[in-house]
């Protein structure tokens, strides 16, 4: 049985460590000044996918991503921790999208691909932290979704039951597929690389990739075709080019801030007993713990 | 963080001359380049595929096994119902390695393993320990594959080596109540079964690092009626916890307290030989031993380089006196030492390993084919340097860690004799190193013959011989004069013709040997390095042994065999 599982990546500024040139004097990010990371979220999709994929016989898990040439270095960070394999969304088209335009080109890209039994994607990107793209996505495609998965807790060929983590506690739902969920960040860590996969995908290369680097295992790509990432532009994709890019983005940024954190009000504790149970009761109280 | 990134030298290791020669005859001449999909297709190739795999481990090491240390060494195992629990962080530092697939990092691919040089094993075991001392050992214990790898016949290999490169954690079997440093003495019993080909095993070991694990290496006495090394053998049993090996307790240690320590009882457990009958201890454990000792080596060194981490982070951020503590010479001196110290080991760390990865890799060949005359005298030439570096490596990084760690201790002031910070921990581990696999003083015993027959003084000299930086001619000749000093001395020693004498200052012999060496390596690695990382270790390491050096030549040149005496208790 062919299973089909897909998970939609983005490579990200790593915002979590940002040092003093992370910011530029416009209050846009200073992409240049951060490392590229995958996505934090987005692991923990890849993890959901590949336990599914452990699970169901015949399963492939595949990763698509959509991002400049370098984003391809997400595809091969997959299939060291076991995808089987990629689709790179690239070109100068796809620049300056919001959500929407995003949306509608990993939809048209996931067109292509046919039947797709589940989509996976991260909740939400570190650099944006909307959490639209995978609902969108969803959507355009008409089909079903769940959001906030902490598990996958069972699915066969024709039925998926998801963990979510809701605010106040957990909720089993059951739903049919194709289905996309989004994941948590609260979902188990992504597994490490693997060390033989690792080896085995290092060469792993987009075509422009392979054209840019002057690679001396030029026969190893036709040797060894899973070696080949695939590379999609406009063109390889049924799309409408006026909800691509900016002007498919009607998000418009009229200002940004820098918000630096101050403390406002402090409070000296003496280290009683009875200081420390009502700081506990407040902390709990306004769910800063807890 | 990533234990490998984070350590430019360890990468400089790889880059050294000999490593070419190394991995062409671990691969073979890349033979298995279309066999396996993660066979190393050249020399570049392989190197980048060593870098991928430490990267792995680096990153293990720094996410998880790290930040666990702390947890473990509180927590530690337990015996639950004559089985070993381990604590919470172990478990899951080792299911973060078995899921990357790094455990039978050395094993052939036919078995599942990655076919990696020692190097980069060691450099492993480096990372490991660095992160927890501790866990290192878990981690290690899959040397115990190496010579079932080397020794036992392909049905034991095919197996039980698929098992190691699957996680299944491994133990030596080797000590007894009565039989320690000398395993002469080991009593615990095989019968073999003529109905089932099986071997039996009866008898309690005592001080079993890991004991419950799932395979075991065990030293047992097959001869009935002998009472020496010769009565035997070396045997595997797969532990299927079947109460056929009990865990009985688990000691109560002063440090590498997430390893468990155990003594086991074993009643009927069927097992297998490895190899020939009666050469249990006069070749397999032996074997055994020095890819152990090596493997303390790299536990040594990397519990020194945590150690120097946190002497040279806690030194700037401590302010006293209106600036950071390391500005005070006093400081800077200590921790310029630890750092001089951890190049030195760590050099002479990879240097061994080098010359054990030439010889083993010609021993695997030979039981592929017939080695050729030149072949043959280059194994035996690096098998000879391996075996004279060894203990040196062991007894001087082990020594180095536990003077690093006490040093850092000693930089942290009264915080670090507190629980608050990571020292007191180093310091803890530290201290089995110069005990197990053989003490420090043990280790002077296998290394003084090299004194004696001019092994260490012909490497010396094929040091010396070594083009260095025209601006290191000055340390040169310090060098040359420190070897003069160490050849006087071991003329002195010889000329007396008395073992008691010759025991007696043989640690002084060894260590002045050992100065010279590791100065030369750091002086040699300076040269090579383009980043500039060693050449103020090499210094600082060279005015600290050419004291050393001249204090023992000093010792030794107005000692006579009667002031032997005055010693004696």
């Avoid at chain 1, 680097?213 to 080019?241: A, C, F, K």
């Avoid at chain 1, 280290?271 to 769910?287: A, C, Q, R, Y």
């Avoid at chain 2, 109560?252 to 190899?275: D, H, Q, W, Y």
């Avoid at chain 2, 401590?318 to 600036?323: A, Y």
């Amino acid at each position: 049985m062919s299973f089909k599982i897909l998970v939609l990546a983005k490579q990200v500024p790593d915002t979590r460590n940002v040092g003093k040139d992370a910011m530029k004097a416009d209050g846009t990010v200073n992409r240049a000044a951060l490392a590229a990371i995958y996505n934090p979220e987005d692991l923990n999709a890849l993890e959901q996918a590949l336990r599914l994929k452990s699970k169901i016989e015949g399963a492939s898990v595949h990763v698509l991503t959509m991002g400049p040439a370098r984003a391809a270095e997400i595809i091969r960070e997959s299939m060291y921790r076991g995808a089987d394999g990629g689709y790179l969304l690239s070109g100068r088209e796809f620049a300056g999208s919001d959500t929407l335009a995003t949306s509608y080109a990993l939809a048209c890209a996931i067109r292509r691909l046919g039947k797709v039994d589940v989509i996976v994607c991260g909740r939400q990107a570190i650099d944006g932290d909307t959490a639209q793209v995978g609902p969108q996505v969803a959507e355009k495609l008409g089909l079903p979704q769940i959001t906030y998965t902490e598990e996958i807790l069972d699915c066969n060929s024709s039925e998926i039951t998801v963990k979510r983590r809701l605010e106040r506690g957990v909720e089993v739902v059951k739903g049919p597929l194709p289905m996309l969920i989004t994941v948590n960040g609260t979902a188990p860590d992504c597994r490490p690389r693997h060390a033989k996969l690792t080896m085995k995908y290092k060469h792993a290369a987009t075509l422009t990739e392979k054209q840019e680097s002057g690679s001396d295992y030029t026969d190893l790509y036709t040797s060894h075709p899973y070696l080949n990432i695939e590379e999609w532009g406009v063109s390889q994709i049924e799309h409408d080019p006026q909800w691509l890019g900016l002007s498919g983005s009607p998000t418009k940024v009229k200002q940004i801030e820098n918000v630096v954190f101050t403390a406002k009000e402090s409070k000296r504790l003496t280290g009683s007993d009875f200081e420390i149970e009502s700081l506990m009761k407040e902390l709990i109280t306004n769910h800063t713990i807890g | 963080m990533n234990f490998f990134n984070d350590n430019p030298t360890l990468k400089f290791q790889l880059s050294h001359p000999l490593m070419p020669k190394i991995v062409a005859l671990k691969e073979r001449n890349f033979a298995e380049k279309d066999k396996y999909d993660y066979a190393s297709r050249d020399f570049e190739d392989a190197v980048d595929n060593y870098e991928k795999v430490l990267e792995i481990i680096g990153g293990i090491c720094g996410d998880v096994i790290a930040p666990n240390a702390e947890s473990v060494d509180h927590d530690g195992p337990e015996v639950i119902n004559s089985r070993v629990k381990y604590a919470r962080g172990t478990q899951e530092n080792h299911e973060a390695l078995t899921k990357a697939g790094v455990y039978g990092i050395t094993l052939p691919r036919q078995y599942g393993g990655l076919n990696f040089p020692m190097v980069a094993y060691v450099m492993s075991g480096e990372m490991v320990s660095r992160a927890d001392a501790g866990f290192a050992n878990i981690w290690g214990l899959q040397d115990c594959a190496e010579t079932i790898s080397e020794f036992a016949s392909d049905d034991i290999k095919n197996e039980f080596l698929p098992l190691v490169c699957d996680g299944a954690t491994c133990s030596m079997d080797l000590t007894e109540p009565d039989a320690g440093s000398d395993l002469q003495a080991v009593q615990l019993k095989a019968t073999y079964n003529e109905q089932d080909g099986l071997w039996y095993l009866n008898g309690v070991k005592r001080f079993i690092t890991n004991g419950d694990a799932q395979i075991k290496l065990v030293l047992a006495r097959s001869e009935d009626g002998t009472n020496d090394g010769r009565g035997l053998s070396y045997f595997v049993a797969e532990n299927k916890h079947d109460h056929t090996v009990l865990v009985r307790r688990i000691e109560n240690k002063l440090g590498i307290k997430g390893s468990p320590t155990c003594e086991l009882v074993f009643t009927n457990t069927p097992a297998r030989m490895v190899g020939t009958r009666r050469m249990g201890l006069i070749k397999y454990v032996m074997s055994l031993m020095n890819g152990a000792r090596l493997g303390i080596g790299a536990q040594s060194v990397g519990l020194s380089s945590a150690a120097y981490i946190e002497a040279l982070n806690y030194a700037r951020e401590r302010r006293q006196f209106g600036k950071a503590i390391i500005e005070f010479p006093a400081v800077f001196e200590m921790v310029s030492i630890i750092k001089a110290k951890l190049d030195a080991s760590r050099a002479l760390l990879y240097e061994t390993t080098r010359f054990v990865d030439i010889y083993k890799a010609y021993e695997a060949i030979e039981v592929e084919r017939k080695l050729s005359a030149e072949e043959k005298a280059d194994y035996k030439e690096y098998s000879k340097l391996a075996d004279a570096l060894t203990p040196m490596l062991k007894m001087f990084s082990s020594e180095y860690a536990n003077q690093n760690a006490y040093d850092t201790i000693q930089v942290h002031g009264g915080s670090g004799f507190m629980k608050d910070y990571a020292c007191e921990r180093l310091f803890r581990d530290a201290r089995i190193m110069t005990i197990y696999e053989g003490t420090s003083q043990l280790q002077v015993v296998a290394a003084i013959r090299h004194v004696t027959t001019g092994n260490y003084l012909k490497i010396i000299h094929d040091y010396d011989a070594q083009p260095i930086k025209v601006e290191f001619s000055s340390f040169r000749k310090r060098l040359q004069i420190m070897t003069n000093l160490f050849a006087n001395s071991v003329n002195r020693v010889n000329e007396i013709k008395n073992q008691e004498y010759t025991d007696f200052q043989a640690r002084r012999l060894v260590e002045m040997a050992g100065h010279i060496i590791m100065s030369y390596l750091l002086f040699i690695d300076a040269t090579r390095d383009k980043e500039d990382q060693f050449r103020k270790s090499a210094e600082v390491y060279l005015n600290f042994g050419e004291v050393e050096v001249r204090r023992h030549a000093a010792f030794i040149k107005t000692f006579d065999v009667e002031n032997v005496d005055v010693y004696k208790v």
